[in-house]
């Protein structure tokens, strides 16, 4: 992205006003094998600084939900369902014994 690209990010999705944009190249790093010699080279990454006005505060939205509730209500359902399937999966061989689980008609 260029500066421009990044400006108009900001402003479009976040609705953010933006004073001035700066970017740079932050070269990867080199490495030399010891043993075999031969020399790699992580990518290229680009850095963009951002000035914001005084006024403005910019904080970064919540992408993950921290409700620890709501996550463990998720997991408590997740459980049920695995442990109602894996009951489905045992029940589909029982009036065969000697038959492995995996095995079925």
């Known amino acids: 992205m260029t500066r421009h690209d990044v400006k108009n990010y900001l402003e479009k999705i976040y609705k953010v006003p933006v004073v001035n944009v700066r970017t740079r190249i932050a ?9 075999l010699g031969y020399i790699t080279k992580e990518e290229d990454t680009k850095l963009a600084y951002v000035t914001l006005p005084n006024t403005m505060k910019f904080d970064f939205p919540d992408i993950f939900p921290t409700d620890a509730k709501r996550k463990t209500e998720d997991d408590k359902k997740s459980l049920e369902d695995a442990k109602k399937n ?20």
């Open 27 to 35: 070269l990867g790093d080199t490495k030399r094998d010891l043993v």
């Open 86 to 105: 894996h009951k489905k999966f045992l029940d589909k061989n029982k009036d065969r014994p000697g038959t492995p689980g995996w095995f079925s008609i």
